[in-house]
């Protein structure tokens, strides 16, 4: 008996230190850069946050770990910008590699935490991070303004029940350039498709996100993890050649495309 507790707490403190080196190992810095005209790349070697700057004030998607928030601060600075100056705080979605650091970053800016219904109870509970208090609460097509700038907020669920798409259009070079910033529609390891019965409508919200995503128009791709739209291969790009490497729609259709092949066939495993 005694032995099987022993067993346990080992388990646990393993799994505890799993999880520490993640957060750290995934909070490496990465150079800040400014990805097309006011979006700028603010986040970490794994985890993405977006700084969108407005002269009244700046939005910032993903506050990543709280491990991440120095990586994000010391990227805004570096950039010129000042991290007090953001004032509406958004989501990919409410899973504690994009949101844990919420609470750190409101309290540190006073900015408006602006989340998806769905994913809103998740950010006001302790269940991806802090509990951290939610300004407004979205729904599909609304519009997020400052400053002049407006992104549409897309719901598409399925990863998280209040998945959430940022859409709006950056300038650059006097031309508008489409910019999406997916929510991740992967399907984590252990997912139930089938019969689930905290979120029996999964499957048919994958299934409406992606006609969601495959009707969006997109110039510039982006995601919660820069593996998912090849930051680390795109960034060296930046600045040599005549175009933006960001500047990738068939970049965009085809990670769209694959998400939607790997849902399918977990799908088919599962009601198998
Ligand atoms: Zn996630």
């Not at 719901?155 to 489409?178: D, L, M, Q, S, V």
């Not at 495309?257 to 088919?268: G, H, N, P």
Request: hydrophobic residues 40%; aromatic residues 8%; contains cysteine.
């Amino acid at each position: 008996m005694r032995l099987r507790w022993v067993v346990v707490a080992l388990y646990a403190v393993g799994q505890l230190g799993a999880q520490t080196n993640t957060r750290l190992e995934w909070s490496q810095p990465f150079p800040p850069h400014k990805v097309i005209g006011n979006v700028y790349y603010v986040g970490s070697s794994s985890l993405s946050s977006f700084l969108i700057t407005t002269p009244e004030g700046h939005i910032l998607i993903n506050s990543s770990f709280e491990e991440t928030v120095p990586v994000i601060r010391a990227g805004v600075e570096k950039l010129g910008f000042r991290f007090g100056d953001i004032k509406i705080l958004l989501a990919s979605h409410a899973h504690g590699d994009h949101v844990a650091g919420h609470a750190l970053v409101r309290e540190l800016t006073g900015a408006q935490v602006m989340v998806m219904q769905g994913d809103d109870d998740v950010i006001r509970s302790s269940r991806a991070g802090k509990p951290c208090k939610v300004d407004r609460v979205l729904h599909d097509g609304d519009e997020v303004k400052l400053g002049g700038v407006t992104l549409t907020a897309r719901h598409t669920p399925g990863h998280t029940k209040g998945a959430t798409t940022w859409t709006f259009t950056a300038e650059e070079g006097g031309r508008p350039y489409k910019v999406v910033v997916h929510s991740s529609t992967s399907v984590n390891p252990g997912y139930r498709l089938v019969n689930n019965r905290d979120y029996p409508e999964i499957a048919a919200n994958y299934q409406r996100s992606f006609r969601v995503l495959k009707a969006l128009e997109c110039d510039v791709f982006l995601a919660p993890h820069g593996a998912q739209y090849g930051l680390a291969e795109k960034f060296p790009k930046l600045g040599r050649g005549a175009s933006n490497p960001f500047i990738d729609p068939a970049g965009y259709r085809a990670f769209v495309a694959s998400q939607e092949a790997t849902f399918l066939e977990k799908l088919a495993e599962q009601k198998r």
